[in-house]
């Protein structure tokens, strides 16, 4: 019976952990700047010009942008992330097919693993990888010149799920709708019947989706509900009336009202005054709905007919119309969303140093996570694990880029004991450790002693009470000397030297009045440390500590 109990458990467990696992809930808890906007073509200047608007009064704001498939290219798209990294910009990228016969083909599943592992290669601005499924695919000419609810779940579920696998920080969302779309298939589908055909064929459409994308546009109501700009509010209800239990948050990435104002003026709209005041009240109320993560109004910049009335860029100008300026002036939050930190250090610590002794260490560090550090925001390194009778401070690092590796110098004064000490290289921001913890277990020794054995011409042995010894580092600046001490018999004996690393390779110079210098090259041990130096040569007539022309008439002059 026990036996028989043993094969039940394990096929159980062994069927539990082939159960596909459902997508890890994205940490969406950080103080969140939701307002953003919508760029059509990610040039620099648009990309300032929208810094400039959505972190005014706020940080860490939002642009949507459109990824081609034919535009995957690794180096511009890791340019682009660089700078929003650096203006502060969380990117929601949306995934766009190609034009055919007037339509944008419809994708397919086989397509999902070029886009996963595209999308997985760039080293993206924050943790949280917001990507778009497409666009309004209850049109027609949004999927291929047909409607197809069946195979649009069929990709949506695919793609989403090979995201999620490729790299949980992937937050996946599928199409915002066209909620004004009539039902007259094949060219339309109303979006709540398209949705419920939708989970008919794909019960498990929202196992691998993250958040709920809106095309909240104010097409027939300028108040709430459906086809009003709280459109999203109809939509959530709609999801909740099909059986969806996942609470998802809402990203708004297409909204507002078109002006007058155009290559064509058109009186039928609102003036850019108008506008401005109600793109402005709309973002206060949504600034209060703890479940909208993020809005960006289409569009920034467009000079051209089509959207030429969406412009928040003025037609062949460098001006705004007033929404620019008013939403400039809302007061938003300062996002602190989560980047992931990783420090590099590319050069081997000392595993020995020297008790009451003064290193200066060169370190090689390279910023291999997401943010852009700067000491201005209060990015340090700091040491952890000293004790308290020791010294230290980090040179400035001023600025590091993810992929970017720079020198920067620990002064470190070490204590008066010998112990075993585990410490770790911090990077830190505003005093809190972020990110890895590089290790350094560090032993500090007693002070080292070296064996001088050195010899005159024709082989006599060395002597006397008036020689001097330098040792310098692989930076020809000089950690330890002795400015007298003796030799007996070709030999002499320095106790106590300290400030040197154990392991590290030294220039050691030998120094008598009126001998040329000698030197020699020791790796320095723990112990048993010995420095031969080859014949001290009795040239130095003028003392100057080489051989030249005045030696020759020094000693014409005696």
């Known amino acids: 019976?026990?036996?028989?109990?043993?094969?039940?458990?394990?096929?159980?467990?062994?069927?539990?952990?082939?159960?596909?696992?459902?997508?890890?809930?994205?940490?969406?808890?950080?103080?969140?700047?939701?307002v953003g906007i919508h760029l059509a073509i990610p040039s620099y200047e648009d990309l300032e010009k929208a810094a400039d608007l959505v972190n005014a009064n706020g940080d860490w704001g939002y642009v949507t942008l459109v990824i081609h498939e034919d535009d995957l290219n690794k180096e511009k798209w890791q340019g682009i992330f660089e700078q929003l990294r650096r203006l502060h910009l969380i990117p929601i990228l949306?995934?766009?097919?190609?034009?055919?016969?007037?339509s944008w083909r419809a994708p397919e599943i086989e397509e999902a693993q070029k886009w996963a592992k595209f999308l997985n290669s760039l080293n993206w601005v924050v943790k949280n990888?917001?990507?778009?499924?497409?666009?309004?695919?209850?049109?027609?000419?949004?999927?291929?010149?047909?409607?197809?609810?069946?195979?649009f779940a069929e990709v949506t579920y695919n793609f989403a799920k090979t995201l999620k696998e490729t790299n949980p920080d992937f937050l996946v969302m599928m199409a915002g709708f066209d909620s004004a779309a009539p039902s007259s298939l094949p060219q339309y589908e109303d979006e709540a019947s398209f949705l419920r055909k939708a989970l008919v064929s794909q019960q498990n459409l929202f196992d691998y989706l993250d958040g709920w994308v809106s095309h909240s546009y104010p097409k027939n109501n300028l108040g709430y509900g459906r086809n009003s700009v709280f459109n999203y509010q109809w939509e959530l209800n709609l999801l909740k009336n099909l059986g969806i239990k996942k609470t998802l948050p809402v990203f708004i990435t297409e909204t507002g009202w078109c002006h007058q104002e155009g290559k064509t003026p058109d009186l039928n709209f609102y003036s850019a005054e108008k506008v401005a005041q109600l793109t402005k009240n709309y973002l206060n109320e949504l600034l209060k709905d703890t479940g909208v993560m993020a809005v960006t109004p289409f569009i920034l910049n467009y000079q051209d007919e089509l959207f030429d009335h969406y412009s928040w860029q003025k037609l062949n100008s460098e001006e705004f119309y007033p929404q620019y300026k008013s939403i400039q002036q809302i007061i938003k939050v300062k996002g602190e969303p989560i980047q992931e930190e990783k420090i590099t250090l590319l050069t081997s610590l000392p595993e020995k140093l020297i008790k009451d002794s003064t290193y200066q260490l060169g370190l090689i560090i390279k910023n291999e996570g997401q943010g852009f550090w700067d000491q201005k925001d209060g990015y340090q390194l700091k040491l952890e694990g000293l004790p308290s009778d020791f010294q230290y401070f980090f040179s400035d690092f001023d600025t590091l880029a993810p992929f970017e590796e720079k020198t920067v110098w620990l002064h470190l004064k070490?204590?008066?004991?010998?112990?075993?000490?585990?410490?770790?290289?911090?990077?830190?921001?505003?005093?809190?450790v972020i990110g890895n913890q590089i290790g350094w277990p560090l032993e500090i020794i007693q002070e080292t002693t070296i064996k001088i054995i050195s010899r005159f011409l024709f082989g006599r042995k060395a002597a006397g009470d008036d020689f001097k010894f330098l040792i310098y580092n692989q930076r020809e600046e000089v950690v330890y000397g002795v400015e007298h001490f003796s030799l007996r018999n070709g030999e002499g004996e320095i106790k106590g030297i300290k400030n040197l690393i154990i392991g590290d390779e030294y220039r050691l110079v030998l120094i008598k009045p009126f001998y040329l210098p000698r030197q020699t090259f020791l790796k320095i041990n723990e112990e048993n440390n010995i420095a031969i130096f080859k014949a001290l040569l009795p040239f130095d007539f003028n003392?100057?500590?080489?051989?030249?022309?005045?030696?020759?008439?020094?000693?014409?002059?005696r």
Do not use: H, Y
């Open 1 to 34: 019976m026990k036996k028989k109990l043993l094969v039940v458990l394990l096929a159980l467990s062994s069927l539990l952990f082939l159960w596909p696992a459902k997508a890890e809930a994205a940490d969406l808890s950080s103080p969140n700047n939701k």
């Open 94 to 102: 949306r995934l766009a097919t190609s034009l055919e016969n007037n």
């Open 129 to 151: 990888r917001f990507v778009v499924l497409f666009n309004e695919p209850n049109r027609a000419d949004e999927w291929g010149g047909q409607v197809n609810p069946v195979n």
């Open 414 to 432: 070490t204590g008066g004991k010998t112990e075993s000490l585990p410490l770790k290289i911090n990077l830190t921001k505003k005093g809190k």
């Open 543 to 557: 003392n100057d500590g080489k051989l030249s022309f005045r030696d020759c008439l020094t000693f014409l002059r």
